[in-house]
């Protein structure tokens, strides 16, 4: 049984880049088998902290949107799988996939778009919810919400962050 982390954290990334690197502390410190759900408007940043969680992994080059793929898996020192749902619009189309395997798996699993599977998903698992700060649209805001065991270097870590 994962315990339930009580806690919610916001953190702004200013550009691009920081949100690539938020999303590599993701990679580098979310628990064995961690599936992080990203959710947030078209544009919003989502498929940019994916890139970062990556490259958190160890994943040696280009992350691609896989809008189209739908599951995109990458070997890096972490295996690293990014699904993006998008353009799933049915559970019979979810059957489709194996995506309990997916979620399965021991690396770090990134979902955008979730809404269709966020029921099958287990801890350890966090959920990110990503907006556009309306009066400055380069600053993101990300609000990280953290479930079951494991956390713990990673919660150092937002704690360090402004
Ligand atoms: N602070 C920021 N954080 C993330 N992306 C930013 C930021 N500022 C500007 N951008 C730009 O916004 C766009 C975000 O696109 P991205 O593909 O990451 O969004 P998304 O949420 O995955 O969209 P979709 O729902 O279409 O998959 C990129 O072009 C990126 O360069
Ligand atoms: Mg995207």
Known sequence: MGRTVDQNWTRAAADSDSMRDLGAAFGRLAP???VILLEGEL???KTTFAQGVGLGCGVAGPIASPTYNLILE???RRHFT???LYRLTTETDLDTLDIDAVLAGDGITCVEWPTLIAECV?????TLQFTVNPRKPGVREVVVSLRGRGWSRLIDWLADQP
Do not use: I
């Open 32 to 34: 064995d088998g961690a």
């Open 82 to 84: 990014h699904v993006d």
């Open 122 to 126: 287990s801890s350890p698992d966090a």
């Open 74 to 76: 990458y070997e890096g």
């Open 43 to 45: 544009g919003a940043g």
